[in-house]
């Protein structure tokens, strides 16, 4: 398996614009977490999905953060409009259970 | 309110020598820990867990101690390598979340 694939890996953009990131999962597995890991905060935990169904998105800092996992094989996130403060390294991670395994990080530049 | 603490923010061993990094957790409800280590550009990888009923889990070079009454868990490794320098995260999970809540993590550099 090819493990968790993250898109893109790096995204530089202006404050204001729409950012999207991107998550393929492992497949069959039923839980789906997005994190977002900086300096002052270390790694939070934004929202997580079983089996497609948003099950808690208290950790997302604003309306101007959403995700949707329209299929058991794709996620995305989306932060509408950008903001400089949203600069980080977001994390998907899939999970089968208690262990979960992370994607390789999108390292997003709002300037 | 951090439930999940990793005090220490850096260590830094000799090659050969034992890495001891540490975590101390505040929910007596979690039951469920795990190490993850984490390489730069990289997203972290599991790397051993401890369940609330042992006190110790051993892998090769890593052993995690658990001590519930203490609430406080260490990652032991030995001997260190240069190999094992990396960001090491400690989480926590309980029967009633399906939720990780991790520490801040510790970097660990392994010198020669």
């Known amino acids: 398996d090819a493990g968790v694939i993250q898109s893109p890996r790096h995204e530089v953009t202006e404050m204001g614009q729409e950012v999207t990131l991107r998550c393929k999962p492992i497949?069959?597995?039923?839980?789906l977490f997005w994190y977002r890991q900086t300096m002052m905060r270390g790694l939070e935990l934004l929202i997580y999905f079983n089996n497609n169904v948003p099950i808690d998105d208290s950790g997302m800092p604003e309306d101007r953060f959403s995700a949707k996992m329209p299929n058991a094989s794709f996620s995305t996130l989306k932060i509408q409009p950008s903001e400089p403060r949203d600069s980080a390294v977001y994390f998907c991670?899939?999970?089968?259970?208690?262990?979960?395994?992370f994607g390789p990080g999108t390292r997003l530049t709002v300037t | 309110d951090q439930q999940v603490k990793q005090n220490s923010p850096s260590l830094s061993v000799q090659e050969g020598r034992i890495s001891i990094l540490n975590c101390d957790y505040t929910?007596?409800?979690?039951?469920?820990f795990l190490w993850y280590k984490k390489y730069p550009a990289e997203g972290p990888t599991f790397l051993i867990s401890i369940s609330s009923i042992k006190d110790k889990n051993e892998d090769g070079r890593f052993t995690v101690f658990l001590n519930k009454s203490a609430k406080h868990l260490s990652l032991h490794i030995v001997p260190s390598q240069p190999g094992d320098s990396a960001v090491y995260f400690c989480?926590?999970?309980?029967?009633?979340?399906?939720?990780?809540?991790f520490g801040t993590g510790t970097r660990l550099q392994v010198f020669p």
């Open positions: 497949s069959g597995h039923d839980y």
């Open positions: 991670a899939s999970s089968p259970s208690s262990e979960q395994y």
């Open positions: 929910n007596s409800m979690f039951d469920y």
């Open positions: 989480a926590a999970t309980g029967l009633n979340t399906d939720k990780l809540i």
